[in-house]
Each structure stands twice: as structure tokens, then as C-alpha cells.
């Protein structure tokens, strides 16, 4: 008698299956683009390629990084794009009956990665936390509990701060937890923080973004404070992990401007920034990563 289905044991294998789609993607995109032709004729640079293909070198980093992992959409490759309006998921929480429903949703899958975040990260009676973008406040509520002395500041799009609220109330926090409403990269930074967190933005702004996002948050810590990034990332040699390339490729079908990076190049740019004991571990398994570094002086580097 035949052996039954085996069962799925393992996360990473649904995820695998989860995200299938995205893999289909990848080979339409590399085949319109005649990709493996150009691969396949010369060892051709980054640059050689933009050539070729006619596509930013932002995507078509993403796209060999993503290749390699199994995965693109096919729409962030196309010129086309650019004169098709593309709404993005920042775009649409804008929208106060949008931010609900799409918020709503996240908060619990945002609850795995925020208990997780409390376990790995030592506070060290650190009280002062800023949340960039911190969307419904799911790491603000488990951090806060998790640490009784911790006090939180949440800055997200005013729709998405009203959801937060409600969030925040249930969780018997209101007293503890604040709120800037407004778009991170416009409002002011509250300063001499102790704690900067930043969860699944870097990969959601472009490349200018990313890097002005970085400066903020050196500006806005206190001496010898720490910053936090989680996010998906790619390992060191580009070349996965799967589950994250597909999540950063399927980001440029908002954001065409958006660049795939790794742990290490995160790393690179906080120890530009003056920051000390940068340290990454995986989060969620094979799709997204934690960074961690601290260092005295950071706001003096900051104004230089």
C-alpha cells in the first residue's frame, strides 16, 4: 500500500508553499527580459545589465538577488509602471476605512515577531522606546509589558495611529504608550531616545529614504542608545534566503525606488553612522532578520 501525504512539519515549508506564486514570477519576468540569454552570453556586471535590459539597477539587483532565491514580480520590472498609477500599501492606509481593515489584520501576525523581539533584545532598564512606523503598536504593547519600566512613542500615518489607540486601551497601556501622528520621514523626532525601532520599514521606502530614515534615528537617540531593525533581509552573498527575496521583489510592485539589502550592508551603514556591537540574528526563519547596535556618541556623530 502506498505511503500517504506527508505532513507539513516544518514553517518554512509553508511559506515555501505560501508564497509559490511569487516564484512563478520570477521565471516570466527573467524570460521577457531574455535575462538568461544575456547571463548565458557574457559574465556580464550589474551595469552591463542595466544596459541590456533597460531596467534601474535598483530592481535589477533586486531581480538576480531574487533569481537566485526563486523569485520577482513581473510588473515592478516593466517601464511601464511608471505611467501606471500603483497603489502602495503606505498609499492605502492613508485611507481611514483602509488603515482599519489592512492594520487590524497585521496586528496579530506582527504579536509572533514582537514576543520574539523581547526575548532576544536585553533593554537593560532602558525606559525610553520611539516605534517608527509602528502601525498598530504590536512591539510597543509586548515590549512595554515585557519591560514595566518602558515607556513607548508610536509614529505612524494618523488613519493607522486611530487603530493603534484602540489596540493600546485594550492593552490597558494608554498611560505609557504615545502617539505622533504623520509621516515619519516629515514629522519631528522626539530626541534623546533610549530604544529606535524600526520594523519592516527600510524595506518599504526608497533608497534616499533608507538611508535619510538611518540619520533620523541617529539624531534621535541619547548617547550609548540602541537601535532596532527588523525587516527582510538578504545573507551576505545575495543569494537568499527565498522567503525574503520573494517578500523584497513583491515590495517593488509599490515602490519601484526600493532596494533589497542585507544584514551586513545594515550593519555597514549604523557603523558609518558611529554605532558599535552591531549584531544580526534571524527573526522570523528565513524570511526576515534582526539588527541590533549601540554605541556612545551616536547624536554627536550625528551632527557632524
Not at 511569487?22 to 557574457?42: N, P, Y
Not at 515592478?76 to 492594520?103: K, N, T
Not at 533608507?210 to 527582510?232: K, S
Request: glycine share 8%; hydrophobic share 45%; aromatic share 6%.
Amino acid at each position: 500500500m502506498a505511503d500517504g501525504p506527508v505532513p507539513l512539519t516544518d514553517v518554512r515549508e509553508l511559506s515555501r508553499l505560501a508564497y509559490g506564486f511569487m516564484a512563478s514570477k520570477v521565471l516570466f519576468a527573467a524570460l521577457d527580459l531574455e535575462l538568461f540569454g544575456h547571463l548565458a552570453a557574457t559574465s556580464a556586471e550589474l551595469g552591463e545589465l542595466v544596459e541590456k535590459t533597460g531596467i534601474p539597477a535598483n530592481r535589477l539587483a533586486t531581480l538576480v538577488a531574487a533569481l537566485i532565491a526563486l523569485g520577482l514580480v513581473t510588473e515592478a520590472l516593466s517601464d511601464g509602471l511608471a505611467g501606471r498609477p500603483v497603489e502602495s500599501v503606505y498609499q492605502l492606509i492613508q485611507d481611514p476605512v483602509q488603515a482599519e481593515i489592512f492594520s487590524s489584520s497585521q496586528h496579530q501576525a506582527s504579536m509572533g515577531p514582537a514576543v520574539v523581539v523581547s526575548r532576544l533584545v536585553d533593554f537593560g532598564g532602558r525606559q525610553k522606546l520611539l516605534d517608527v512606523a509602528g502601525g498598530t503598536g504590536a512591539f510597543s504593547i509586548r515590549l512595554c509589558r515585557q519591560n514595566p519600566d518602558l515607556r513607548a512613542i508610536i509614529i505612524d500615518f494618523p488613519s493607522v495611529i486611530e487603530v493603534a489607540r484602540r489596540f493600546v486601551d485594550e492593552a490597558g497601556l494608554a498611560e505609557r504608550i504615545e502617539f505622533v501622528a504623520g509621516d515619519a520621514l516629515q514629522v519631528s523626532w522626539p530626541d534623546e531616545q533610549e530604544v529606535v525601532l524600526m520594523s519592516y520599514l527600510l524595506s518599504a521606502v526608497g533608497g534616499d529614504e533608507l538611508e535619510r530614515l538611518l540619520d533620523l534615528a541617529t539624531a534621535a537617540l541619547a548617547p550609548g542608545g540602541m537601535v532596532l531593525i527588523h525587516d527582510f533581509m538578504l545573507d551576505a552573498h545575495r543569494r537568499g534566503p527565498r522567503e525574503s527575496a520573494l517578500w523584497l521583489v513583491s515590495n517593488l510592485t509599490g515602490r519601484p525606488d526600493t532596494i533589497s539589502f542585507s544584514d551586513d550592508e545594515i550593519g555597514d551603514r549604523l557603523r558609518a553612522r558611529g554605532f558599535a556591537d552591531v549584531r544580526s540574528m534571524p527573526l522570523i526563519p528565513s524570511i526576515t532578520k534582526l539588527v541590533t547596535a549601540t554605541g556612545a556618541g551616536t547624536q554627536e556623530h550625528a551632527a557632524q
